[in-house]
Each structure stands twice: as structure tokens, then as C-alpha cells.
């Protein structure tokens, strides 16, 4: 198992693990990542931001998931953990571990704060972010792109 940057060649399939977990859970609706425009090349989109990168878990020459870091408030120095995705056959392997250890090793080095959004049903994922030191928020921070979310998670980095 490796965790590596996303390359051009990955964004098959990467929004192909987004989208089948989403459509597994009931939630390919619009105001999920499920919808979003950059899905179709999460490997320039993430390219072309500063300060942010995208990063796969791969298991025997395939990738079975991912995770990103992108700027959420310049001016604050707030960062966004998105797209925390695994493929059925990676997950319960420690790949969500490894996949958070580098993107908020990442966010350290160039922001003070780290907010997510997710839905409280994932119970798996929001077990996984309170390990990690996120805290739950009343409301998402302005500025929010999915509105089918209702869990708000954010990490002091400093």
C-alpha cells in the first residue's frame, strides 16, 4: 500500500470510487462532492491551487481511494480535508489513517485551521475525524459549497 500524488492518468478512476460511495449511500444529490465540477480532473484542478494537492492510496497497482487538501479561507489561513474516498475492497485496512497522516501533515506546514464537511450518518468517517482532533461545529463555516452535508468538522493545525 502506497500513498502517492494524484496523477492525470487517476482521474478515471478516482471519481469513479467518489461517485459509487456516494451512489452506495443514497447521497449522489446535488450538493455533495458527488456533483462537483472538478471531479473530471481532480489532478489539474488541485495543480492549479496553491498550497493544496490531492493525494491516492494505492494497493497493488490500483487506486482504491484518495484524499485532498485545498485553501477554504486564504485570509484566515483555513484549509478544506476533501474527498476522503476509499473503494469497498480498501476499506478496514488503516488506508483512511494513512490518507489523513499525510494530508494533515500537509495542511501543518501552510495553515493555521482544517474544516471538513460530511453527514452524520457516516459514522465510520466522523469517528475517524474526532480521532484525528476535529472538533463538530453548530453550523458550516460561510462559504460552504455542499449543502447536503450537515456535519461541520474543523482542527486547529497551530
Given at each position: 500500500m502506497i500513498i502517492r500524488d494524484i496523477k492525470k492518468e487517476d482521474n478515471v478512476k478516482v471519481k469513479e470510487i467518489i461517485q459509487d460511495s456516494l451512489k452506495s449511500l443514497g447521497l449522489a444529490i446535488p450538493g455533495t462532492a458527488y456533483f462537483d465540477p472538478q471531479l473530471n480532473d481532480l489532478h489539474q484542478y488541485y495543480?492549479?491551487?496553491k498550497h493544496a494537492n490531492y493525494w491516492v492510496a494505492e494497493m497493488e497497482g490500483e487506486v482504491v481511494g484518495g484524499i485532498g487538501i485545498a485553501?477554504?479561507?486564504e485570509y484566515h489561513k483555513v484549509?478544506?480535508?476533501q474527498k476522503l474516498y476509499l473503494s469497498t475492497k480498501a476499506q478496514?485496512?488503516?488506508?483512511?489513517?494513512m490518507l489523513m497522516e499525510t494530508a494533515l501533515s500537509f495542511a501543518f506546514t501552510h495553515y493555521a485551521k482544517c474544516?471538513?464537511?460530511?453527514k452524520?450518518?457516516?459514522k465510520t468517517a466522523c469517528s475517524l475525524y474526532e480521532k484525528y482532533g476535529f472538533t463538530l461545529l453548530h453550523e458550516p463555516l460561510s462559504g460552504s459549497d455542499h449543502s447536503a452535508m450537515d456535519a461541520w468538522y474543523s482542527?486547529?493545525?497551530n
Open positions: 495543480n492549479q491551487l485553501p477554504f479561507n484549509c478544506e480535508l478496514g485496512l488503516g488506508l483512511g489513517k474544516y471538513l464537511e460530511t452524520h450518518e457516516l482542527k486547529d493545525l
